[in-house]
């Protein structure tokens, strides 16, 4: 419809916002659309003025802050899954975004310190210190965790001092029986030094008490072979000079005073 004047000019002013609207409600459709299937990372690419340009900065300032967020947590939740517990989500946020990105940096912060704490105490049980302990408050299964790992540590602590204890016990009882064997040792050893001195005196009276019998049995002999001799001559002597006091030169008194032992 041709139209002139001003009335030409209401038409093409109401045709440029119609299409104006039309391209806005579009891209903000394809907006939504990508929000609703996860895909944060878009914006508003139409050239409009006035109020609309207003609108579409603020979806777009807004689609840019929510992107920026969200791909702070996905970043600090692939550290965490490679076991970095240290990171933080920096990004500016407000409102509701604000309270999800302090949320999450909250519960990294506790989930760090309990790593953090559970590991200080196995690796100064794995040392040998079992002095150490969770003191630190914190609540839901982190709680449970910190009072799992320190009944743990008590535990152990008590088995370790009781076999402590059971070895000291066997280390005295030990030394005793070692040191009662080497009295019994050195007991023994003196009764056989004293026994065998006793025996080696023994046998030294012994053998002078056989030595001395031998001398005496050995002197028996020759007096007694003496004797034999003498009986044989003073015999043959009778024989030869029956009456006669007198006989080769041998006397009575030759042998009266001799005595066989």
Do not use: C, W
């Not at 038409?11 to 929000?35: F, H, P």
């Not at 050239?47 to 300032?61: C, H, I, K, P, T």
């Not at 990105?101 to 690796?123: C, F, H, P, W, Y």
């Amino acid at each position: 419809m041709d139209l002139n004047g001003d009335l030409n000019t209401l038409k093409e002013g109401i045709n440029n916002s119609a299409d104006s609207v039309d391209e806005t409600m579009r891209e903000l459709g394809q907006v939504m659309q990508s929000m609703n299937d996860g895909n944060f990372d878009v914006s508003m690419n139409v050239q409009v003025e006035g109020d609309f340009l207003r609108m579409v900065n603020n979806v777009s300032a807004t689609m840019e802050a929510l992107n920026q967020t969200i791909s702070g947590i996905i970043s600090v939740m692939d550290a965490m899954q490679q076991g970095q517990f240290e990171h933080r989500v920096n990004v500016e946020a407000k409102g509701d975004l604000l309270r999800l990105k302090n949320g999450i940096n909250v519960s990294m912060e506790a989930l760090e310190n309990a790593i953090q704490d559970v590991t200080r105490v196995v690796v100064s049980q794995s040392e040998g210190d079992l002095t150490h302990n969770i003191t630190a408050d914190y609540h839901g299964e982190l709680k449970t965790l910190k009072d799992a790992v320190n009944t743990s540590a008590a535990k152990l602590t008590e088995v370790v001092s009781q076999a402590v204890n059971a070895t000291n016990v066997v280390s005295t009882a030990s030394s005793e029986v070692s040191q009662g064997s080497m009295d019994l040792s050195q007991r023994v050893q003196e009764q056989a030094a004293a026994l065998e001195e006793n025996v080696f005196h023994h046998g030294r009276n012994e053998l002078g008490r056989s030595e001395q019998y031998r001398t005496r049995q050995a002197s028996n002999g020759r007096r007694a072979s003496s004797a034999t001799e003498i009986d044989r001559r003073l015999a043959g002597h009778a024989g030869n000079h029956s009456g006669h006091e007198r006989h080769s030169g041998i006397q009575p008194q030759d042998f009266g005073n001799r005595d066989l032992d």
